[in-house]
């Protein structure tokens, strides 16, 4: 997830909207280090968080410390997680300059626990910690193959279809978001036919998708098998998912159905705003950016239906070094973070959707509906979406292998006509040399 390109927008949404990634305040709020005494007795615990996040800002370390009278509760904040990510391997690797609680992307996830998992505290067996309350998927991403679990999930980015009543309308197709979403319930091939049946009557400048690259992000996310196999071995050249993810987004680009836009860019924006698409695949995160981009004159034209398949884009953990001086206290705050109440006061704040299942039944989140989006139920549609995701093999380097499959090879036939054979050997080049193979 482009997580530094939605802090802004986030942030100028503001709390209570139900939608978008949360926003961490760009300056620390104490310094990174393996803790100490808080004075007066109190003991400080220190949390290195990267971009957004929103812990602080929906008013939970404030709660926690109102109950745990003798904690102090510090936030150091990088903006980016490719310049927080290095950091933190470096400073496990030497034990020092770590905070007692240390935030992990889910990309980063695969690579932390397979090469760091020695370094950091099993929460798995940390007190109040109920491995029960959280999405199958999302715990056994951040359990190593000895069975510790290293990281506690907060959020993930469950995903749906969102689209614009008016322009279905226009192009004679269903408007109701549960018809909408049996005209390819099931099946990625049939939001393709339907993209087909939506340019035989689209209003003119309107395309039925923004993107090549993020259809095929959407069908990769809901497979389980992707770019590597159980054994740890780099396989997405031969993986018949991952193929038949590709050809299928190809044929969006190859039939005309999309904008022919990179995602996070201002060209993009300017499409929510001037509504040049008509579909687009959204995590729960995105509604927020949806929202800020399409503007006044958006609302109650977008309305967000199920995907052909759940998937799922983004999330992040939390981590507690073994070096910290602070593991017990640590490992305590960790567990009430990610705990279903306090996911559900997230997502109910700042829009992150729970990774701890137990959080749906809550009123915060099952209840939850969208203004912009027409009311959309999104506590059940997201829930729903979550509950479906496949358990993942996730591998260490699976963001590079995304990155180049979309925005080198995917955005050529997109953008440049290239055929899909050009795209994908362009593709295949970069990660290539990118991994040194």
Known sequence: MRRAVILA???????????????????????????????????????????????????????YMKLNKNIVIQ???????????????????????????????????????????????????????????FLPWKWEQATSKDGRTVALGTDIGPQGICYRKDLFAKAGLPTDREAVGKLWAGDWNKYLDAGKQFKSKAPKGVAFVDSATGVMSAITGSNENRFYDKDGKIVYKTNPAVKQAWDTAAAFATEGLTGKLQQFTPAWDQGFANGTFATVSCPAWMLGYIQDKGGAAGKDKWDVAAAPRPSNWGGSFLTVPDAGKNKAEAAKLAAWLTAPEQQAKLFAERGSFPSAKAAYALPEVSGAKHAYFGGAPI????????????????????????????????????????????????????IDNALDQ
């Open 75 to 133: 936030q150091t904040s990088i903006e980016r997680n490719e310049n927080y990510y290095p950091q933190l391997l470096t400073h496990l690797g030497t034990g020092s300059g770590l905070a007692d609680i240390q935030a992990v992307e889910v990309n980063n996830i695969a690579e932390i626990t397979a090469t760091q998992s020695g370094k950091l505290v099993d929460l798995g067996k940390a007190e109040g910690v109920q491995k029960d309350a």
């Open 379 to 430: 506590g059940q549609i997201f829930s729903k979406a979550a509950e479906g995701v496949p358990v993942q093999i996730i591998g260490p380097k699976d963001l590079i292998i995304a990155q180049n499959l979309g925005d080198i090879g995917m955005l050529q036939v997109d953008q440049k006509g290239r055929s899909s054979k050009e795209g994908w050997d362009a593709a295949v080049k970069a």
């Open 9 to 63: 927008v986030v942030a100028a949404l503001g709390a209570g909207l139900l939608a978008g990634c949360a926003e961490d305040s760009d300056e620390p709020t104490g310094s990174a280090s393996n803790g100490g005494g808080g004075g007066k007795g109190r003991t400080t615990l220190t949390v290195g968080v990267f971009g957004a996040f929103g812990l602080k800002e929906a008013g939970l370390y404030d709660e």
